[in-house]
């Protein structure tokens, strides 16, 4: 059963109505999307704490690495470039940083708020090669735009 990001909309709607806290805003995505879909293995958020580093936010899985630089991994190139990262294999990907063992392919979404800052990453780790595809970076990134404002 594939994610369906329409109904995970209306839900994160229903659940997130007036909230503005980052913090919860994040556990409860973070919760919705582990649980919609078999192919996400790893799913969380890091957030920026300071000058070029991000830091584990709320996530859904086991362990997640604690820091990550913006010069490193996956979600250090999200941040650094702005750019959705989409990886088939994170093996293939120089520098990947590996949180976990069984992680074989990746997701990372830049987060922003509504004035357009980089406040983290959203990132989803699958157990599958090849997991991700342009639906769910279309998907994804709509979600973030409607519970984030950015």
């Known amino acids: ?26 556990a409860t995505m973070a919760c919705e ?12 958020f890091y957030r920026v704490t300071g ?6 936010g709320p996530y859904q899985g086991s ?25 088939d294999d994170v093996e293939a990907f120089e520098d990947h940083i590996a949180c976990s063992s069984s992680t074989r392919s990746e997701i990372v979404l830049p987060v922003r708020d509504r004035a357009g800052a980089l406040i983290g990453v959203l990132d989803i780790d699958s157990d599958r090669p090849g997991a991700f595809d342009q639906q769910d970076v279309e998907g994804l990134t709509r979600l973030l735009r409607q519970t984030f404002g950015g």
């Open 51 to 56: 000058p070029e580093v991000l830091r584990i």
């Open 63 to 87: 362990h997640g690495c604690l820091v990550i630089p913006f010069a490193r991994g996956v979600c250090g190139a999200a941040a650094r470039t702005g750019e959705v990262q989409l990886v």
């Open 33 to 44: 999307l582990h649980h919609a879909d078999p192919r996400f293995d790893w799913t969380g």
């Open 1 to 26: 059963m594939r994610i369906n990001y329409d109904e995970v909309a209306k839900v994160l709607a229903a659940l997130t109505d007036g909230e503005e806290d980052t913090v919860a805003l994040m």
